[in-house]
């Protein structure tokens, strides 16, 4: 876990240019930036993300992945000395970045927030603002690079997403076995090429966290979601009884939340929670996300034993699509309320 946290902090401590080079397209999810800007009147999440498709490995779209995929994979340190001699360069000065600006974009939690100088902004996040930055000194970033172990971090992130695909593969067999159902029902409805995803989050501190967040409320469309928190700063809630609760982090350990998809194949039974991110004042905070998925464009539905007189059906089949998924949540609507019946 901890090779992952540096692979994650090594991208987004990397220069502007190099991160430009993972930049999204702006009708796609895929690739480094913020969320897709449906409509005026959307809320802008306060945060960086890479998003990557990790598995079937067929389907990963290398242009998207850090430089290279080998130097990802391998925590980004195949000719780590020669990059790194150019971030520290830029660290060590005052870097003036023009933001994207969503001009058109009449957010609750956005408009207000163009200040012109934050100091020791330890990224670049993509917001409607104009941003300074600074290093904290030459050594930190030095530590981080030679910090890793080359042969310790070799494929880190396809060794990392086979642990997680493992994880959800006990994780669904369990939930199977709690609702006395034949274990492997829900992963029958997987198909042969479960698809996984990742997304690397950094949120930047603000001075107005009572004005933002980092992600706007929502449910995972996902049948499992493993997360790994950052280390020291909380920031994720859920909505529980109408009451925001905190999530707390465990040290070396993982938070496993349920998605719709698994509602969906429930019936209902386990219910995806609605949660959202809130911003430090002070600190970054970096997480990493894998969302375990069925294959893609595959027909998912209620488990048949969990549906009689007494339980009815309560939901559709349904054929997930990511960008569906996608819209809905940048519309600040839930996906899975237009499955009901």
Not at 62 to 69: A, D, R, S, T
Not at 204 to 228: F, H, M, R, Y
């Amino acid at each position: 876990m901890e090779k992952v946290r540096e692979v994650s902090s090594l991208f987004f401590r990397s220069s502007v240019e190099e991160k430009k080079k993972c930049l999204r397209a702006d009708d796609d999810v895929e690739g480094y930036g913020n969320g897709m800007v449906l409509s005026d009147q959307q809320t802008i999440d306060w945060n960086d993300r890479l998003y990557l498709t990790v598995l079937p490995k067929h389907q990963q779209r290398l242009q998207f992945w850090p430089q290279n995929p080998s130097r990802f994979r391998t925590g980004l340190l195949w000719g780590c000395n020669i990059h790194f001699t150019g971030i520290i360069d830029e660290y060590n000065s005052k870097v003036h970045v023009n933001r994207l600006k969503f001009d058109k974009v009449t957010s609750q939690h956005a408009t207000s927030l163009r200040p012109k100088d934050r100091r020791n902004l330890p990224g670049d996040h993509v917001s409607p603002v104009k941003t300074v930055w600074t290093c904290q000194s030459k050594s930190v970033c030095l530590l981080r690079c030679l910090g890793l172990d080359m042969n310790q971090a070799m494929e880190v992130l396809d060794e990392y997403s086979s642990k997680i695909e493992l994880i959800n593969e006990v994780v669904l067999k369990a939930l199977a076995r709690s609702l006395n159902l034949e274990e492997n029902c829900f992963l029958n409805q997987y198909g042969t090429n479960s698809s996984m995803n990742a997304r690397f989050n950094y949120y930047p501190p603000c001075e107005w966290p009572d004005k933002v967040l980092g992600v706007k409320p929502n449910a995972d469309a996902s049948a499992i979601t493993v997360l790994l928190q950052d280390k020291e700063v909380e920031g994720l809630q859920i909505l529980k009884d109408d009451q925001w609760v905190g999530v707390p982090i465990v040290r070396d350990a993982l938070t496993i939340n349920v998605g719709d998809l698994m509602e969906i194949m429930s019936n209902g039974i386990f219910k995806s929670p609605v949660h959202r991110v809130l911003i430090n004042s002070e600190n970054e905070r970096m997480t990493v996300a894998m969302f375990c998925m069925p294959q893609t464009e595959r027909d998912i539905g209620p488990v048949d034993e969990l549906i009689s007189d007494e339980t009815p059906r309560l939901y559709k089949n349904v054929t997930f699509t990511l960008d569906f998924f996608s819209k809905n949540y940048q519309q600040g609507r839930r996906a899975i309320d237009a499955w009901k019946i």
